[in-house]
C-alpha cells in the first residue's frame, strides 16, 4: 500500500483512536503517506441553539463543536509530524459554502498539508446518513441525490480544497442500506461538468474505500466514474481508507490501487503544505 489520505481520530466526534495509534498502525502497514483528516464540518460551527437547521436529527447533535475538534486536530497531528516523517497533517472540509467564514477560518491554518472538500448533507437537511429513505419514492431519492451533486458543483466551483471526497457518498445509504437501485448514468453530465470544473481548477478526486466495507460493496466513486475521471484529463488521484479506528486503516486500499490502474491512472497524489507530489503506482 502506498498510501490512505482520508482518516479519523479520537478529535473527531464518531472516531475512537487516538492521533497516536493511528500513526503507529499506519508505521506498520508500511505507508508512504498518510493522512489525518479529522471532520469540520463547518454548518456546525454555530452553537445547536443558533443553528440554522433545526431539521437535523436529534441524534446528529454529536457534530456541534466541530470547530474545536478540527483545531485541536490540526495542532495534534502537526505536533507528531517529526515523529512521524510520512504524516501529513489534513482534514475533511464538510459543507464549507454553508458556512464560509468557518472554512475560511480553517484554511488560514499554516498547518494544513490537504485540505479534502466534503459534502455530507444537503443545505437544510440532515447528514444523508441520517434521513429516513423508506418514506421516500425513488423519483423522490434521485432528487436528493442530484440536489447534492448540484451543491457539490458548487463547491467545486469555489475550489478552496485539494480533493473531492467521497463524491457519491449519499449511495452508502440509498442503494446500500435501503435498496434503492440507482442508475447513475442518468447523472453523467453533471458528474462530468463536476470533474471539468475539478481538473480545470488543478484539483483532484478521491476513491474512498468505505463503500467496500459496508452494504454498498462498491468504492466511492465506482470504477465507472474513476475511469470517467481519467477520460477527462484528470491525474490527482488519492485513495483513502475514511478509517475511523486503528484497526481500519488501510483497509481495501490494495484493491483500489488495482482500480486506479485499470482505469489506467500511473500516479497517486499526496499533498505537503497544499502542495501535490505524484507517487508512482
Partial sequence: MIMDMHSHTSFSPDAESSPEQMCERAEQLGLKAYAITDHCDCNYWLPESEHEYPVYAKDDTMMYGSRDYAQASIKAVSALKEKY????????????????????????????????????????CADFYWLDYSSMSPSEVDKVFEESLVQILDMCRWGGFDVLGHLTYPLRFMVGDYGFDIDLRKFDDIIREIFLTLRDNGKGIEINTKGLRQNYGKPLPDERIIKMWKDVGGEVLTIGSDAHKAAELGADIGRCEDIARSCGFRYLTCFRQRRAEFIKL
Fill in 85 to 124: 516523517p510520512f504524516l501529513l497533517c489534513g482534514i475533511e472540509l464538510g459543507q464549507p459554502l454553508q458556512n464560509m467564514s468557518a472554512a475560511e477560518q480553517i484554511l488560514s491554518m499554516s498547518e494544513l498539508d490537504f485540505v479534502i472538500g466534503s459534502h455530507h448533507m444537503n443545505s437544510g
